[in-house]
């Protein structure tokens, strides 16, 4: 039978993907990349962007298609046979990747274009040299003997640690369930009833946060939202099953990371991070969120004292905060979430989230027909005056074996090949929203409508490119820290009357959302905001401070509690371990670069407010936004691309003002 990774069809054929066809399909892959790199080295072989782009890129886009496919696989419907067929090729692929990063002829190569063709070539093309002259110091191509054979064993140890942090991890979330009684989840919102009720009556509750969230929410029962709190926040610890410890594994992938910085010659792998990014050292982003922490700080403060003034002289510990906070929301703004959350069902929000963007981009949007991974993911084609411009699956629902959170991920990137044809776009974007009940549609939080708009953010920064480049097309070549601007950016439209208006209808009767109830909504926006920034600056802290300060790995729960002492004002109990599931830096790319989020929230805010000045669908600003942010990609600075559309510098007004800090 033919080898589904080896198709050279314009889409994965997901649902024929088997463990048994990634080693074969993955070796002949990587040993086709081989022969492509030794070509491109060979002194024969002219240093020309075209020359290298048809032998190398050509190649290595094939073999990254077929691993991505593979990676994806492994995230969203992990068994045991794939992840073991994960594994044993990730040592192969790691390899090569860190030796064509390295490799000195290959250097030499794209400093010989650049200097021949370097000034003749097209902004992208420039952009595109540059970052690679610079990743390849980064990736220790000027590394030579022992220093040179270390690079490489540790991106290969720290490949393995990763995956297995994040194995860690989904095998904690999937290995702890609990069945309660009807009694013992009395408060809790009857549609999570619905969802966890097994057939002898019991409920089973489990660490997914379609069910974690509102028992945490609504459950009277304090002892029950002590037993979840404490499983949820000491996943993959020591305080677990012994084969889901992380705590070993942070250790060694801290202490690999920094290692590899020494040998790059850098202080810090914090200061390896920044040198891609627009931030320029630890220093500067440590004194951005220490600022930012001591102007959330008295709102924090005085988020805290309503909720104990309100919670009348009860324990108030970090397994009741979710519980008063929403009684206290309901009491002040009188609505809950999930009085909200029955007018957003996800076959009314899907639809409205895709006229918001056919109406702002010019764009259609049509489902169309592919190879999926799980019944319940479709898959979409998104078209401009009857074009192909891009192509999305969209995986909405949580369930076993599917990694926690929501991202967006790609298949291929928009590409101009050597010979002549036009490549399009396509994204995958996954979420973890709680899933339909028998026959009525799933039901979203409005936390859940802001979290899918995130993430089709990133996925239009990924599709919408004009960009024709590999390694600058779609988020390609942006700084980590930008590449949250057009995401967070979305978010705001979720907070507007006449977008929710489209958004919305009644689970039941089909209404759309109240103005009553959309003005509780916003008179709650920045309900306990304070609390939440703070929050956000202490796992951003904690990730730059570990990853800044030598010897930080040795005691990575000390680092943590230094920072809590510092910007918490409600500090969680002894027994948490957050950091132990904290996948964003130990597993998802944003090792010393959890700050952006914040970083990015700046710029994303200060983009908003030219929609505010000029109307949140003025054609004009959405038009100029889509030609000098999502379209440009990462072929110009991110900065650059902000001036461009706004018109100046940003300003850290607008976040103030968005999050009632001003």
Same mark, same amino acid.
């Given at each position: 039978?033919?080898?589904?990774?080896?198709?050279?069809?314009?889409?994965?054929?997901?649902?024929?993907?088997?463990? +048994?066809?990634?080693?074969?399909?993955? &070796?002949?892959?990587?040993?086709?990349?081989?022969? $492509?790199?030794?070509?491109?080295?060979?002194?024969?072989?002219?240093?020309?962007?075209?020359?290298?782009?048809?032998?190398?890129?050509?190649?290595? +886009?094939?073999?990254?298609?077929?691993?991505?496919?593979?990676?994806?696989?492994?995230?969203?419907?992990?068994?045991?046979?794939?992840?073991?067929?994960?594994?044993?090729?990730?040592?192969?692929?790691?390899?090569?990747?860190?030796?064509?990063?390295?490799?000195?002829?290959?250097?030499?190569?794209?400093?010989?274009?650049? $200097?021949?063709?370097?000034?003749?070539?097209?902004?992208?093309?420039?952009?595109?040299?540059?970052?690679?002259?610079?990743?390849?110091?980064?990736?220790?191509?000027?590394?030579?003997?022992?220093?040179?054979?270390?690079?490489?064993?540790?991106?290969?140890?720290?490949?393995?640690?990763?995956?297995?942090?994040?194995?860690?991890?989904?095998?904690?979330?999937?290995?702890?369930?609990?069945?309660?009684?009807?009694?013992?989840?009395?408060?809790?919102?009857?549609?999570?009833?619905?969802?966890?009720?097994?057939?002898?009556?019991?409920?089973?509750?489990?660490?997914?946060?379609?069910?974690?969230?509102?028992?945490?929410?609504?459950?009277?029962?304090?002892?029950?939202?002590?037993?979840?709190?404490?499983?949820?926040? &000491?996943?993959?610890?020591?305080?677990?099953?012994?084969?889901?410890?992380?705590?070993?594994?942070?250790?060694?992938?801290?202490?690999?990371?920094?290692? +590899?910085?020494?040998?790059?010659?850098?202080?810090?792998?914090?200061?390896?991070?920044?040198?891609?990014?627009?931030?320029?050292?630890?220093?500067?982003?440590?004194?951005?969120?220490?600022?930012?922490?001591?102007?959330?700080?008295?709102?924090?403060?005085?988020?805290?004292?309503?909720?104990?003034?309100?919670?009348?002289?009860?324990?108030?510990?970090? *397994?009741?905060?979710?519980?008063?906070?929403?009684?206290?929301?309901?009491?002040?703004?009188?609505?809950?979430?999930?009085?909200?959350?029955?007018?957003?069902?996800?076959?009314?929000?899907?639809?409205?989230?895709?006229?918001?963007?056919?109406?702002?981009?010019?764009?259609?949007?049509?489902?169309?027909?592919?190879?999926? *991974?799980?019944?319940?993911?479709?898959?979409?084609?998104?078209?401009?005056?009857?074009?192909?411009?891009?192509?999305?699956?969209?995986?909405?629902?949580?369930?076993?074996?599917?990694?926690?959170?929501?991202?967006?991920?790609?298949?291929?990137?928009?590409?101009?090949?050597?010979?002549?044809?036009?490549?399009?776009?396509?994204?995958?974007?996954?979420?973890?929203?709680?899933?339909?009940?028998?026959?009525?549609?799933?039901?979203?939080?409005?936390?859940?409508?802001?979290?899918?708009?995130?993430?089709?953010?990133?996925?239009?920064?990924?599709?919408?490119?004009?960009?024709?480049?590999?390694?600058?097309?779609?988020?390609?070549?942006?700084? *980590?820290?930008?590449?949250?601007?057009?995401?967070?950016?979305?978010?705001?439209?979720?907070?507007?009357?006449?977008?929710?208006?489209?958004?919305?209808?009644?689970?039941?009767?089909?209404?759309?959302?109240?103005?009553?109830?959309?003005?509780?909504?916003?008179?709650?926006?920045?309900?306990?905001?304070?609390?939440?920034?703070?929050?956000?600056?202490?796992?951003?802290?904690?990730?730059?401070?570990?990853?800044?300060?030598?010897?930080?790995?040795?005691?990575?729960?000390?680092?943590?509690?230094?920072?809590?002492?510092?910007?918490?004002?409600?500090?969680?109990?002894?027994?948490?371990?957050?950091?132990?599931?904290?996948?964003?830096?130990?597993?998802?790319?944003? $090792?010393?670069?959890?700050?952006?989020?914040? *970083?990015?929230?700046?710029?994303?805010?200060?983009?908003?407010?030219?929609?505010?000045?000029?109307?949140?669908?003025? $054609?004009?600003?959405?038009?100029?936004?889509? &030609?000098?942010?999502?379209?440009?990609?990462?072929?110009?600075?991110?900065?650059?691309?902000?001036?461009?559309?706004?018109?100046?510098?940003?300003?850290?007004?607008?976040?103030?003002?968005?999050?009632?800090?001003?």
């Amino acid at each position: 039978m033919t080898n589904p990774l080896l198709s050279t069809a314009a889409l994965p054929d997901f649902a024929a993907i088997r463990p +048994e066809h990634v080693q074969p399909a993955i &070796t002949e892959l990587l040993a086709a990349a081989q022969s $492509a790199l030794d070509e491109a080295v060979k002194p024969e072989t002219p240093a020309d962007y075209d020359t290298l782009s048809r032998i190398l890129d050509t190649t290595t +886009e094939r073999m990254g298609t077929a691993w991505h496919a593979v990676g994806h696989l492994n995230a969203v419907a992990d068994t045991p046979a794939l992840r073991e067929a994960y594994n044993a090729m990730l040592p192969a692929v790691t390899e090569f990747s860190t030796a064509m990063g390295a490799n000195e002829a290959l250097f030499a190569k794209y400093k010989a274009v650049m $200097a021949a063709q370097g000034s003749s070539l097209n902004p992208a093309r420039q952009q595109l040299l540059k970052h690679a002259i610079r990743d390849f110091v980064l990736s220790g191509a000027e590394l030579q003997g022992e220093a040179r054979e270390r690079y490489a064993a540790i991106q290969e140890r720290s490949a393995e640690l990763q995956q297995q942090f994040s194995e860690h991890v989904l095998d904690a979330t999937d290995g702890w369930s609990y069945v309660a009684s009807a009694d013992e989840l009395a408060g809790v919102p009857q549609d999570v009833l619905d969802a966890t009720k097994l057939d002898d009556g019991g409920h089973k509750l489990t660490l997914h946060f379609p069910v974690y969230l509102p028992v945490m929410q609504y459950a009277e029962n304090r002892a029950l939202r002590e037993k979840l709190y404490r499983a949820y926040v &000491t996943r993959a610890s020591e305080q677990g099953k012994p084969e889901w410890d992380n705590t070993a594994a942070m250790r060694e992938i801290v202490a690999l990371r920094q290692e +590899e910085a020494k040998l790059l010659g850098y202080a810090s792998f914090a200061e390896v991070s920044l040198a891609p990014k627009m931030a320029s050292s630890p220093a500067e982003v440590t004194t951005f969120l220490s600022d930012l922490a001591k102007r959330a700080r008295p709102f924090a403060e005085k988020d805290l004292a309503e909720l104990r003034e309100f919670a009348k002289g009860q324990p108030l510990e970090s *397994w009741d905060v979710s519980y008063w906070s929403e009684k206290l929301k309901e009491a002040r703004y009188a609505f809950s979430d999930q009085t909200v959350k029955q007018y957003f069902t996800a076959t009314k929000v899907v639809p409205g989230l895709f006229s918001i963007i056919e109406r702002l981009f010019d764009v259609s949007i049509t489902e169309a027909r592919a190879s999926v *991974w799980h019944e319940t993911v479709k898959f979409y084609e998104l078209k401009r005056n009857g074009r192909l411009v891009a192509q999305f699956y969209l995986d909405l629902y949580a369930r076993p074996a599917k990694r926690p959170g929501a991202w967006m991920d790609e298949v291929r990137s928009r590409w101009l090949k050597p010979g002549g044809e036009q490549q399009t776009p396509v994204a995958l974007l996954t979420c973890n929203f709680a899933s339909p009940v028998g026959d009525k549609p799933a039901l979203l939080t409005h936390d859940d409508v802001i979290t899918l708009f995130h993430e089709f953010g990133h996925g239009l920064h990924h599709m919408l490119t004009q960009v024709n480049d590999l390694g600058v097309s779609g988020i390609s070549g942006v700084e *980590w820290d930008a590449v949250e601007l057009p995401s967070q950016f979305m978010e705001n439209f979720c907070w507007e009357w006449d977008v929710l208006q489209q958004l919305s209808g009644h689970v039941d009767s089909g209404e759309p959302l109240p103005r009553e109830l959309f003005d509780k909504m916003i008179a709650a926006k920045n309900f306990q905001s304070g609390l939440m920034t703070l929050r956000q600056i202490e796992f951003a802290l904690f990730d730059m401070r570990l990853h800044a300060e030598p010897g930080a790995e040795a005691d990575v729960q000390k680092v943590l509690d230094d920072v809590r002492a510092e910007v918490a004002v409600l500090i969680p109990p002894s027994f948490n371990r957050f950091q132990h599931s904290f996948s964003h830096i130990f597993a998802g790319g944003y $090792a010393a670069g959890y700050y952006s989020y914040k *970083w990015a929230e700046l710029l994303s805010a200060d983009a908003w407010s030219a929609f505010e000045e000029e109307g949140v669908f003025n $054609a004009a600003t959405g038009k100029r936004f889509l &030609t000098e942010v999502l379209e440009q990609g990462g072929a110009r600075d991110a900065i650059d691309n902000f001036k461009a559309f706004r018109g100046r510098e940003p300003t850290i007004d607008a976040l103030l003002r968005h999050q009632g800090m001003a």
